[in-house]
């Protein structure tokens, strides 16, 4: 077990230099770490081949052992994913609002890092690399912990983050691995020195860190996102985003777990669906309607709840879209949902009413992502409100201060009437 209190003070000491550190001098320790991940892969596939065969040793999950998997085109993936970074703006010294509160004083509302973040998450190597270069871009420290099937990958890839901080002159320890559950015990009770938690992972697995450290957690929880096939959809686009969303990668968290149809167009386009899931290997577990109508499993009341992971999709048939909406938000988890549909008034109320990170309309959850949305990839999906919703990129990991800059004055003038407020809108940059 590590000292998680002299990593975490280490940590802090490396947050006070990196969040002061120049826009440029992150983006150099960024394109290091690309430089480096190229340079050094070898070393990385190595390490990664004995975790896999470690984990296939223990019989992991076929869709698991695909997301531990560090190859060429996961390698290649991240490092375009720094190079996107690099060419973000800035998401620090941002001045977001700006108000002349009294003549010759003037207050500036600026982004600014949240300071030392913890960041648990599941057992895929290539998050490590778009976490850690998220908190460095951003000017934060990160302690991180990856899933144990991916300690050895994980151990190397943090390695090479800590060796591109300092050939950017930036310390090392801006970035630092746990490696055990009791580390990550250790991690929750250091309140004084970490300022956020982010558990990626179940309901339950986020609901045990919040019960057991006071330091703030912001969850990111099951994926359990639905597809709902209105009985205005268009027959071919409702087919393909329904194959998309649970096919095209089973064990991300975008991907569809429950499969909504109308009731209407149920006869026409489950019997098609079918037939495209048969030949992918999806196992289909639905309810008596939907017995009725195709060769299923039945659904039992845990299905609609369930985050599968894996080559399976719960089916559901509804009398309308408020039925839809109903089932969503009581089973999904808040994290993506879609409907297919041609009427736009569905659409609207569909969008408007099911309360969940993002709402879709005629495309596949799979867009839910980051990198994808523009963000510079991700910490992850924030299926809360506060402070960050949906993709949690750059945006996700700032906060801001104030900054008030006068000529003097004081609030005995004020209240002399001296001085005498204006809180007058201002459109321009704090210079500081």
């Known amino acids: 077990m590590k000292d998680l209190h002299e990593m975490s003070?280490?940590?802090?000491?490396?947050?006070?230099?990196?969040?002061?550190a120049s826009h440029e001098k992150r983006n150099e320790a960024l394109s290091a770490l690309a430089g480096l991940l190229s340079a050094e892969k070898e070393q990385v596939f190595e390490a990664n081949r004995a975790d896999l065969e470690a984990a296939s040793a223990e019989n992991l999950a076929a869709p698991l052992?695909?997301?531990?998997?560090?190859?060429?085109?996961?390698?290649?993936?991240?490092?375009?994913?720094?190079?996107?970074?690099c060419g973000l703006p800035d998401p620090i010294n941002r001045t977001l609002c700006s108000t002349e509160l009294a003549d010759s004083l003037k207050l500036y509302r600026v982004s600014c890092p949240i300071g030392v973040i913890g960041v648990i998450f599941e057992s895929r190597p290539d998050a490590l690399i778009q976490i850690s270069s998220l908190c460095i871009k951003s000017g934060n420290a990160v302690l991180l912990k990856g899933?144990?099937?991916?300690?050895?990958?994980?151990?190397?890839?943090?390695?090479l983050v800590r060796k591109a901080l300092e050939q950017a002159e930036l310390p090392a320890d801006t970035a630092q691995l746990l490696e055990s559950r009791e580390d990550v015990a250790q991690m929750l009770k250091e309140d004084t020195l970490i300022d956020l938690i982010i558990p990626r992972g179940s309901n339950s697995f986020v609901r045990y860190i919040m019960d057991n450290s006071r330091i703030p957690v912001l969850g990111h929880s099951d994926g359990i996102c639905h597809v709902y096939i209105d009985r205005d959809a268009d027959p071919g686009t409702a087919v393909k985003i329904a194959l998309d969303s649970k096919v095209q990668n089973v064990s991300v968290c975008n991907a569809m777990e429950t499969l909504l149809v109308h009731r209407d167009i149920a006869p026409s386009f489950l019997p098609e669906i079918a037939a495209r899931y048969s030949a992918a290997n999806v196992e289909v577990r639905g309810d008596a309607e939907v017995q009725a109508l195709i060769p299923c499993v039945p659904a039992t009341e845990s299905d609609w709840s369930s985050e599968y992971l894996d080559y399976i999709v719960s089916v559901r048939i509804v009398s309308s879209l408020r039925e839809a909406v109903e089932?969503?938000?009581?089973?999904?988890?808040?994290?993506?949902?879609?409907?297919?549909?041609?009427?736009?008034?569905?659409?609207s109320e569909f969008m408007n009413s099911v309360d969940s990170a993002g709402v879709y309309w005629n495309v596949s959850t799979r867009f839910a992502d980051g990198f994808v949305y523009g963000l510079g990839a991700e910490v992850g999906i924030a299926t809360g409100k506060l402070h960050a919703r949906g993709p949690m990129g750059l945006?996700?990991?700032?906060?801001?201060?104030?900054?008030?800059?006068?000529?003097?004055?004081?609030?005995?003038?004020?209240?002399?009437?001296?001085v005498v407020y204006t809180h007058r809108p201002l459109s321009e940059n704090c210079p500081y």
């Not at 899933?147 to 390695?159: H, S």
């Not at 104030?402 to 001296?418: A, N, W």
């Open 147 to 159: 899933g144990r099937e991916a300690l050895k990958t994980n151990q190397v890839l943090c390695g």
């Open 65 to 85: 052992l695909h997301r531990l998997a560090f190859g060429e085109e996961k390698l290649n993936q991240v490092i375009r994913g720094l190079q996107a970074l």
């Open 9 to 20: 003070s280490r940590a802090r000491s490396a947050f006070y230099t990196v969040s002061v």
């Open 327 to 347: 089932h969503i938000n009581r089973f999904g988890s808040h994290h993506t949902d879609c409907i297919v549909t041609k009427d736009a008034a569905a659409a």
């Open 395 to 418: 945006e996700g990991l700032t906060t801001y201060k104030y900054k008030l800059i006068g000529s003097g004055q004081t609030m005995k003038e004020v209240k002399d009437g001296s």
